[in-house]
């Protein structure tokens, strides 16, 4: 492993006991986060590290700590507040941090991610208290290689990278966007088992169409408007190109980036360095993880749906496109599979010669879809039209328009299927397009729920309903894992598609015959652990992975055994330039 850090390293000692090697004393020591143990530095530590006084005489342990924290956290009034106690947390301490995020993952995620995540993003700059991560721009992105050279971790090996155009389901967000990339990172350690030290949070301010911030006094981004065309990807290239000389082996994950240059981002640079997209891959693939858990919970295959998706944004595209994939897979053709996917976008149904936008081409209907169900010369059906006609089983939202699910239209659906899949899966919560309580009257409690923000289980007469939650955490943590331990050079359509295929097998393990078909955010840990494996062997099948040395290895094995652990380790001071 390359040298984590000028100041901090984790190293083996005579009996292979991992321990953290350090080359700062005293209160410095108490001030890193990466570093500061609090009141957990034993007796022994506090004389060699010069803190003796400095801390509270009581030694205490890791749980101790976390038990102390979570009294204060749960005195909080509200989330803000709540993700705010978090973050200064991390920033205290990184290790006390996870180990409370770990035992408490289904209570938490919903504020260090969806939907809390969104709140601060759209306060970032009034909330902002402390550096984290990194901010290129115009001013300073010709002065990248410095930059990155300065950067106190060396070894990054993953990256949340966005320009913040289409943060959730609240548009362009400026400066905001860090603050999604630094909440995604931390379900990358917590659930997905990177080390802490080796990840980075990127934003890239290219400016921000959004008058509010323009006109904020507070507002800490870029005062001007967003770069496009060959401005904005001269920016884009830079950034990649210095990526690749400093941290070749760093994986970049696209987060939030407008329709309009998601994709574009994407083809650009997907075979020139290892990265994804989690919005437009990894919102395609837990969608079709539960499609599929959904169908084996109806004892329905994949082939039989008509599946109708409201939204053709960069999550809309990547589900449809996902599920066209899952057809294929199941048997059908290319063009059968297309005929099954009816895609809605703000005119309405995809149409082929109707100013159809390129990335949405592979979806479009020809107009013959459509001529027998009465609908003018010159106009696309409506979504109520194509549910009307196409009588689809599954109908899934990715449009960010709360409440577009309308009772007559789900009352239609549920009078053609006997169990319906509904899945709203807009973010986050206020931009739902139904809830899983009306969803579950309207079909009278028939309809497969799943949403993409935490609601609560429902209760239909005297009957309890659990709501899935089709969480892209599921998918990004174990893809990325399973890219850092194989060294991948290319991260495949194939290797996503596997990670879907793996979420779903694991609830047909676990939680299928309760019902559900997506785990408890609870799970999030072992879920990516049996994605990353999967992922991995995918990845050494097609070649993607240059640790061809990993073959043959029990996989599941190997990425438990790699994953980072949130535990306090014993301290050894080594004086700075020393070689031990």
């Known amino acids: 492993m390359t040298k984590l850090s000028d100041y901090f390293d984790y190293q083996l000692d005579a009996e292979g006991n991992r321990f953290m090697a350090v080359s700062i004393r005293g209160i410095t020591l108490l001030r890193l986060p990466a570093t500061n143990k609090g009141s957990a530095f034993t007796p022994k530590e506090r004389i060699e590290l010069g803190l003796e006084g400095l801390l509270p005489p009581r030694i205490t342990d890791i749980e101790t700590q976390v038990a102390r924290v979570y009294i204060n956290y749960q005195r909080l009034p509200d989330d803000l507040a709540k993700y705010q106690f978090l973050r200064a947390t991390q920033e205290r301490s990184e290790v006390l941090f996870y180990a409370l995020l770990e035992r408490h993952l289904q209570e938490m995620v919903p504020i260090v991610y969806t939907p809390t995540i969104g709140l601060a993003v759209q306060q970032f700059s009034t909330l902002y208290t402390t550096a984290r991560g990194l901010t290129l721009s115009a001013d300073n992105i010709d002065h990248a290689d410095r930059i990155l050279d300065d950067y106190p971790w060396h070894d990054i090996r993953i990256m949340v990278v966005t320009d913040s155009s289409a943060i959730l389901g609240i548009g362009d967000q400026g400066m905001g966007g860090l603050a999604i990339c630094i909440g995604k990172l931390a379900l990358y350690t917590a659930g997905g088992g990177l080390c802490p030290f080796q990840t980075l949070p990127v934003n890239l301010d290219v400016g ?125 053709t290319e063009a059968q599979a297309r005929k099954q996917i009816f895609v809605i976008d703000g005119r309405g149904l995809v149409v082929e010669g109707y100013n159809t936008d390129a990335y949405k081409l592979p979806l479009a209907h020809a107009p013959e879809t459509y001529s027998d169900w009465g609908i003018e010369a010159g106009r696309v059906p409506t979504l109520t039209e194509v549910v009307t006609h196409a009588k689809p089983g599954v109908l899934l939202g990715l449009s960010g328009v709360a409440g577009l699910f309308s009772e007559a239209m789900l009352k239609s659906i549920a009078d053609n299927h006997a169990r319906p899949i509904i899945f709203p899966l807009s973010n986050p919560t206020a931009n739902c397009e139904a809830t899983p309580q009306d969803i579950l009257e309207w079909s009278e409690g028939r309809a497969i729920v799943a949403t993409g923000s935490p609601f609560q289980d429902v209760e239909y007469k005297g009957k309890r309903y659990p709501v899935g939650q089709g969480n892209n955490a599921f998918i990004f943590p174990g893809l990325g894992f399973a890219a850092v331990l194989g060294e991948c050079t290319r991260i495949s359509d194939t290797m996503v598609a596997e990670a879907a295929y793996a979420l779903a097998d694991y609830v047909a393990e676990h939680y299928l015959d309760s019902g559900l078909i997506y785990p408890p955010v609870a799970d999030l840990k072992k879920v990516s652990l049996v994605v990353a494996a999967r992922v991995l062997a995918k990845a050494l099948e097609e070649g993607c992975a240059s640790r061809q040395d990993l073959s043959g290895m029990d996989l599941e094995a190997y990425v438990k055994a790699q994953a980072w652990q949130a535990k306090h380790l014993d301290f050894n001071y080594v004086a700075p330039g020393s070689d031990e």
């Open 208 to 332: 921000t169409n959004r008058e509010a911030l323009l006109d904020d006094p507070q507002y800490l981004g870029i005062h001007g408007k967003r770069l496009h065309g060959e401005p904005y990807f001269d920016l884009v290239d830079k950034f990649v190109t210095a990526i690749r000389k400093k941290w070749p082996k760093a994986i970049i994950q696209w987060e939030d980036f407008a329709k309009n240059v998601a994709f574009d981002v994407l083809a650009r640079y997907r075979d020139q360095i290892p990265c994804f997209n989690d919005d437009i891959q990894g919102t395609g693939a837990v969608a079709l993880a539960g499609l599929l858990s959904a169908c084996r919970l109806k004892g329905e295959s994949l082939a039989e749906q008509i599946i109708v998706v409201a939204g053709a944004g960069a999550g809309g595209i990547g589900v449809a496109s996902a599920i066209k994939e899952g057809l294929m897979r199941a048997g059908l």
